[in-house]
């Protein structure tokens, strides 16, 4: 709302006389899953704390082109000033839960998550997650301190997976440990170590089998890299436990609601 509203506040509403109770609707423009219900409540609130916002749907719901989602009672100024914030959040949450539903909805059947990445916009990191999680998604690492990944770059500097892995286990205090690989070879060096999960990144489906079949059943395992909504039930039915898609994050596309009085 500051980002709105510094320094002068909204010069526009200012020239509006009348301020007499009025009632607004939130309509969506395009079918979804609707998410930032209580965000959109939060933003108008933080104008007018007695504005009335009545949900007529829940996060996380599946919703039609046309359909009313809240119902905002209170004075103008004070709903006009917070309109745009409140559809934001709307659009934005409600654009991260919808594609990864179907996402979600794509691997139906299939014993697989789909996780989001850190592949966030700075600063909406939370909220873009809890998109994903009303979506049917499982959120991964929120950051860099939440556990050890051990990616494609780490190795190349340091040169010597193996070795990597074994001072990430000496060294995890708690932490879970993840290692990616990109091919067999590496996973090989790394069989028999005491971590957690292996992440097989941009490998072929051929690939992904012949390593679930290395693992066997001693690490959980994840795929990565390249997933579409075309592509992510073959990869599921490789049988991997998890897919992480940069997409459902860096790449959704918002849902436009608009606000009537």
Do not use: W
Not at 27 to 37: A, C, D, H, Q, R
Not at 105 to 119: A, L, P, V, W
Not at 210 to 237: D, H, Q
């Amino acid at each position: 709302m500051s980002e709105d509203l510094r320094p002068s506040g909204d010069v526009t509403t200012r020239l509006i006389k009348n301020n007499k109770k009025i009632k607004a609707k939130i309509i969506s423009n395009e079918s979804g899953v609707v998410g930032g219900l209580n965000f959109a409540k939060e933003a108008f609130t933080y104008s007018d704390k007695k504005i009335v916002f009545k949900t007529k749907t829940k996060d996380g719901k599946r919703i039609k082109k046309g359909r009313v989602i809240a119902i905002i009672y209170g004075k103008p100024k004070a709903i006009l000033k917070s309109e745009r914030v409140a559809l934001n959040f709307l659009s934005l949450i409600s654009g991260v839960a919808t594609i990864t539903r179907k996402f979600v909805d794509k691997i139906k059947g299939k014993n697989c998550k789909i996780c989001c990445t850190r592949k966030t916009a700075p600063n909406l990191r939370s909220i873009q997650k809890y998109g994903v999680k009303i979506g049917g998604g499982l959120n991964h690492r929120f950051n860099l301190s939440d556990e050890i990944l051990i990616k494609d770059n780490h190795i190349s500097v340091d040169g010597n997976i193996e070795k990597l892995v074994k001072r990430a286990v000496k060294n995890k205090k708690g932490k879970k440990i993840t290692v990616e690989v990109d091919n067999l070879n590496q996973l090989k060096k790394i069989l028999g170590l005491k971590f957690n999960r292996v992440l097989f990144d941009n490998m072929t489906e051929k690939n992904i089998k012949k390593g679930i079949r290395l693992v066997k059943n001693k690490y959980e395992t994840e795929a990565s890299g390249g997933v579409s909504l075309k592509n992510v039930r073959k990869i599921a039915a490789c049988g991997v436990k998890r897919i992480s898609v940069g997409q459902i994050t860096h790449s959704a596309p918002s849902i436009s609601f608009n606000l009537e009085i």
